[in-house]
């Protein structure tokens, strides 16, 4: 069974950095496709972040510069190191796994891209 499992979430000021962790059991997930999205209350999910199994990254326009996702296989864990965070950061992220080895560049924000889903970290960003 796919279980993936999302942490690091937690409350800081405006300006300050959190890493996301991603973690996998159950299987190996390094060679596929990972991406993190977000959702605010009231609003839809949206794709943050992605790493594809080659190692191709995408961003959403909102955070590059500020976001970096990075995986280190010999942990089977994939990262978001999120910087200079902003209070419309604030959302719960999940982490999403495409089955595939490399995520369509056209497609890779969609959450219907993913099949399994971790359950969630809540980032909080005060201003």
């Known amino acids: 069974e796919v279980q993936l499992q999302a942490s690091g979430g937690g409350l800081v000021q405006t300006g300050g950095s959190l890493r996301l962790s991603c973690s996998a059991s159950g299987f190996t997930f390094t060679d596929y496709s990972i991406g993190w999205f977000r959702q605010a209350p009231g609003k839809e999910r949206e794709g943050v972040s992605c790493?594809?199994?080659?190692?191709?990254?995408y961003n959403d326009d909102s955070v590059k510069g500020r976001f970096t996702i990075s995986r280190d296989r010999s942990k089977n864990t994939v990262y978001l190191q999120m910087n200079d965070l902003k209070p419309e950061d604030t959302a719960v992220y999940y982490c999403?796994?495409?089955?595939?080895?490399?995520?369509?560049?056209?497609?890779?924000?969609?959450?219907?891209?993913?099949?399994?889903w971790g359950q969630g970290t809540q980032v909080t960003v005060s201003s």
């Open positions: 790493v594809s199994g080659i190692g191709d990254t």
């Open positions: 999403a796994l495409d089955p595939t080895y490399n995520v369509d560049r056209r497609t890779w924000s969609r959450p219907d891209t993913y099949n399994y």
